[in-house]
Each structure stands twice: as structure tokens, then as C-alpha cells.
């Protein structure tokens, strides 16, 4: 008599091929520069790819552009940004070969306010940031397969290891990081080069820009998120987790 014994019933994972892609890729490289990483984006996922941008600068998006005319340049209205930061996004749409898209929070800060009482950001700003920021984000990424950021190692001790393509376990996505090694100055240097759109407030106190009531001036000397929910022991948004 044979006996067959049935195969464990093992769980695959529907996104391992995608997840072994991106680790692979991030090692492959390491080395290569932020355009070559986007057009290697560009060339894998076509129009399944998009670039986040907070409109701190355009430095990705043009990057995106030159891999990819026309690509995605997905923006967070959150309903709490400086005027500045709108009136990027609306140059970087006027100006620039990409299609800018504007995700929304399911609700108006009126309506929150009336919901959750005004200034959740001050009393509870993780609730904030998740309904404002990481719930629009997840569903305007679902259509994607992959994503890039502007996320550099230099940034901050949670950003030192940022692989310049890795698996965003979160959301199940490609996750890029062109200029993951990039410095200031290197960014710098871009922008100067390339005529590059910036927000104002770079040259006004703020290195780096987020939320009109989460963000202050940083000091002379003070990290460049310093200014990024000051006071409080939150340093990240949670989009990045
Ligand atoms: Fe709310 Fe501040 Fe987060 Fe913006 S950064 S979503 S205002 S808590």
C-alpha cells in the first residue's frame, strides 16, 4: 500500500515575488544614482508607479519626470498646510511634465473640528495624522504598486537606513527612495542645476515643512525636523512606518 502524505498546508504570501523584487533590487542599487533607480521604476512598474511629494520641493518629482514624463506626483492635502506649500503644488503643476494628484481626508478640518473637537493635532496629533495624512494616503496608493519618497538617510536617526528600494510591508508596495543617500547639499546642488521649484518657506526659517500648525522655525543649529512637531515626542507622521 502507498501511502501519500498531504503537503503542510503551507500560507504563501500573494506579494512574495513583488516583496523578493524590491529587497533585490535595493541591493542591486545601492550604488546606482537616483535617476537610474527611477528609470529602473519606471521601466518595472510603468504607470503602476507614482512619486509622493510633500511640495517641500520638487526634487524627486523632476527626477520622476526625466525617468518618466508624465508620472503620478501624488500630494496630501491634509486642509492644515501654509499657502506656500499649496502655491508649489500648483507651480509644480503648471510648470512641470507630471500629473499632479491631490488626495483629500474624508473629512473638511470644519467637519473634524465639529466631530473631534478644534485642535486635535495639539491633544492628539497621531489621530490626526492618521485620518489627515495615512488613511488618504493608503487609498490613494492602492492603484499602485509602487511608490517613491523623498526620504534621505541624513534626515534622521529613523530615516539612517532607508534602502533606496525596499518592501513596504504596510501597504504592500515597492517603496523608492532615490536619493536615499543623497545630503543637503546635494540637494542643494540639484535645485541649483536644474532650476528645480521650491517651497519659500526653505528660505524663510524652515528646512523642513509640514503641517502649518505642527511646524515652527527651526533655531540656528537645531536639526532640520526640529521644527517638526515641537514639544512633542512625536518626530514622524507615520507615513514612513
Ligand atoms: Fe494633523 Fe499636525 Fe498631523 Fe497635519 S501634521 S495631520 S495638522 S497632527
Request: contains cysteine; hydrophobic residues 35%; proline residues 6%.
Amino acid at each position: 500500500m502507498t501511502t501519500i502524505q498531504a503537503e503542510p498546508d503551507v500560507e504563501t504570501d500573494p506579494d512574495a515575488e513583488l516583496k523578493a523584487l524590491a529587497e533585490q533590487a535595493g541591493r542591486d542599487l545601492e550604488d546606482a544614482s537616483a535617476l537610474e533607480i527611477l528609470q529602473w521604476a519606471a521601466k518595472t512598474f510603468g504607470k503602476k508607479f507614482c512619486v509622493t511629494s510633500s511640495m517641500e520641493d520638487a526634487v524627486v518629482a523632476h527626477l520622476a519626470a526625466r525617468a518618466m514624463p508624465g508620472v503620478d506626483v501624488v500630494f496630501l492635502d491634509t486642509g492644515y498646510h501654509f499657502p506656500e506649500t499649496i502655491g508649489t503644488r500648483d507651480a509644480v503643476e503648471a510648470v512641470m511634465d507630471v500629473n499632479v494628484i491631490t488626495l483629500t481626508p474624508r473629512q473638511t478640518v470644519a467637519e473634524q473640528d465639529a466631530e473631534y473637537g478644534p485642535k486635535l493635532h495639539d491633544r492628539n496629533p497621531d489621530l490626526c495624522c492618521a485620518m489627515r495624512k495615512i488613511k488618504p494616503l493608503e487609498e490613494g496608493l492602492t492603484k499602485y504598486t509602487a511608490w517613491a519618497t523623498g526620504l534621505r538617510r541624513d534626515e534622521s536617526p529613523t530615516r539612517a537606513s532607508t534602502p533606496v528600494v525596499g518592501w513596504d510591508e504596510k501597504r504592500r508596495k515597492v517603496k523608492i527612495s532615490p536619493i536615499a543617500r543623497w545630503t543637503q547639499d546635494d540637494v542643494d546642488a540639484y535645485v541649483t542645476e536644474h532650476g528645480v521649484l521650491t517651497n519659500p518657506l526653505l528660505m524663510d526659517g524652515y528646512p523642513s515643512v509640514g503641517c502649518a500648525p505642527c511646524t515652527r522655525r527651526v533655531l540656528e543649529g537645531e536639526d532640520a525636523r526640529a521644527g517638526r512637531w515641537a514639544g512633542r515626542a512625536k518626530t514622524e507622521c507615520g507615513l514612513h512606518d
